[in-house]
Every structure is written in C-alpha cells, then in structure tokens.
C-alpha cells in the first residue's frame, strides 16, 4: 500500500525511515475526513447509534458519489441550523 501510494505521489516513503503526505496526499485525507465526518453527523441527526455510525460511516465514506455527498453536507448544514424543522419532522417518528 506505502509503494501504491508513493507511486501515485500522495506520499514521499523511504523503507525503515517513514513517511509524509505530499500537497495531493493531504488534499486527500482531509477530503476522505471530512466525507467521514459529514456522514457521521447525518447519521447522528438521524439518531443512529454513535457505534453503529461509527462503523456505518467507515463503510459509505469510501463509496458515496461526490454529488451526494454534497447533498447531504447542505442538509445537515441546514438540519444543524434549523433544529425546529427536524424537531418536528423527528417527532412524527415516534
């Protein structure tokens, strides 16, 4: 995996020294953290068991279509902002 990434260029290895993330590497991991985080606070508002989403989160990070990942980053940007409306919708649930 260290040799597959080094040759993609997201890191610069050398054997027994370690590693660094070159600009694309990191440009990359901050892009899969931050899908990974936009899944778990959806699933949190959706009241799923932080376990659960933890574990649900591992999985559809790394197969979610950018163009949904950007819808549900503008929903729970807006259930985040506007709690009433998923207080209310939440309480049809029950």
Not at 4 to 17: M, T
Not at 26 to 32: D, Q
Not at 38 to 66: N, S, V
């Amino acid at each position: 995996m260290l040799q597959r990434s080094h040759g993609l260029e997201l890191i610069v290895y050398e054997r027994y020294r370690g590693l660094t993330l070159t600009g694309s590497g990191e440009r990359l991991a901050k892009s899969v953290q931050q899908r990974h985080s936009t899944i778990l606070k959806f699933l949190r508002i959706l009241g799923i068991e932080e376990k659960i989403a933890q574990m649900d989160a591992e999985g559809i990070e790394h197969h979610i279509h950018p163009s949904t990942i950007a819808r549900i980053t503008n929903f729970v940007e807006y259930a985040l902002q506007h709690p009433s409306w998923f207080k209310a919708f939440n309480d049809t649930l029950k």
